[in-house]
């Protein structure tokens, strides 16, 4: 068995196969033709409209609805997904696109659903309030999909910890922009900043606000190391709430600025490994 790992696993390093690890489902899976895997993503990612689906077709088989909430909404729904998938290998391509932060579950009103942030093109342009916390990747770049991949955590963590029995709490989002209550009590925006190669994390309570930055800085992490091979560069800026000027976080460290740290039991800085751990470990760690 030792042997055939590390067979399948030189295989994968160098492109000849695809063979993941992190749950028995992708374990038990190998892909022998790559392009496969790409065709079959590329059956759900897509632009709707340089690449349609035969409406009739859709309309054929009673989806017609699930079809618009994906490529409106960025909702699919099992049903979809089991259909663009022509039922084959449907739960390791769920669990792939999960894994590599493509999608997360949308059980908000308890039907099996996931999230795919890389369909929506609807931007949000109305400012929000709250104290914010940067990240700022000027220094390097911010590449296409991070933010996309970051909500997709954001959600993934809200779904196991938030009160789904409560309406409120479903998450808004946008192509860069989301507002999640991110645990009970905890609401969070995130805004993605194209030009100025950032993004803004904002609460409205102050309390909030080192649990926030933590979490997200941890995610970030996260999908560093899982997806992006730690090529990702950021620094991070923190509000001052006195003056609203943006300190530097090792600054911040040392001035104990308050509310980010040394004044609630909120501000104790998370310290989840991202690094070698199950993505489902990761979040509940958070």
């Given at each position: 068995?030792?042997?055939?790992?590390?067979?399948?696993?030189?295989?994968?390093?160098?492109?000849?196969?695809?063979?993941?690890?992190?749950?028995e489902v992708l374990r038990n899976t190998v892909v022998i033709r790559p392009q496969w895997l790409i065709d079959s993503l590329s059956m759900v990612?897509?632009?709707?409209?340089?690449?349609?689906?035969?409406?009739?077709?859709?309309?054929?088989?009673?989806?017609?609805?699930?079809?618009n909430k994906v490529f409106k909404e960025a909702i699919a729904s099992r049903d979809f997904?089991?259909?663009v998938w022509n039922g084959e290998q449907v739960e390791f391509l769920i669990d792939i696109m999960q894994r590599t932060m493509l999608a997360s579950p949308w059980n908000f009103d308890d039907q099996e659903q996931y999230l795919i942030p890389s369909l929506l093109n609807n931007s949000y342009d109305t400012d929000i309030s709250g104290i914010s916390c940067i990240f700022d990747f000027s220094q390097s770049?911010?590449?296409?999909?991070?933010?996309?991949?970051?909500?997709?955590?954001?959600?993934?963590?809200?779904?196991?910890?938030?009160?789904?029995?409560?309406?409120?709490?479903?998450?808004?989002?946008?192509?860069?922009?989301?507002?999640?209550?991110?645990?009970?009590?905890?609401?969070?925006?995130?805004?993605?900043?194209?030009?100025?190669?950032?993004?803004?994390?904002?609460?409205?309570?102050?309390?909030?606000?080192?649990?926030?930055?933590s979490v997200v800085n941890a995610m970030l992490r996260k999908l560093n190391y899982d997806v992006m091979g730690t090529g990702l560069l950021w620094s991070i800026k923190l509000e001052d709430p006195e003056d609203g000027n943006l300190i530097d976080l090792d600054e911040a460290k040392q001035r104990s600025?308050?509310?980010?740290?040394?004044?609630?039991?909120?501000?104790?800085?998370?310290?989840?490994?991202?690094?070698?751990?199950?993505?489902?470990?990761?979040?509940?760690?958070?």
């Open positions: 068995i030792s042997q055939l790992n590390e067979a399948l696993s030189l295989f994968h390093e160098r492109g000849m196969i695809i063979h993941l690890t992190s749950t990612i897509r632009d709707s409209e340089l690449h349609a689906y035969s409406k009739d077709e859709i309309e054929k088989v009673g989806l017609e609805k699930d079809y997904l089991g259909y770049f911010l590449p296409i999909g991070v933010f996309q991949r970051l909500v997709c955590l954001a959600v993934a963590h809200s779904v196991k910890f938030v009160d789904r029995s409560s309406k409120s709490c479903s998450p808004r989002i946008y192509n860069d922009f989301a507002c999640i209550e991110f645990e009970a009590g905890l609401q969070m925006y995130l805004k993605e900043c194209k030009k100025e190669q950032r993004i803004i994390v904002q609460v409205d309570e102050e309390g909030a606000a080192s649990k926030a930055y600025l308050k509310p980010w740290f040394g004044n609630s039991k909120n501000t104790e800085e998370t310290t989840a490994e991202a690094k070698d751990i199950d993505l489902n470990l990761f979040l509940e760690s958070l």
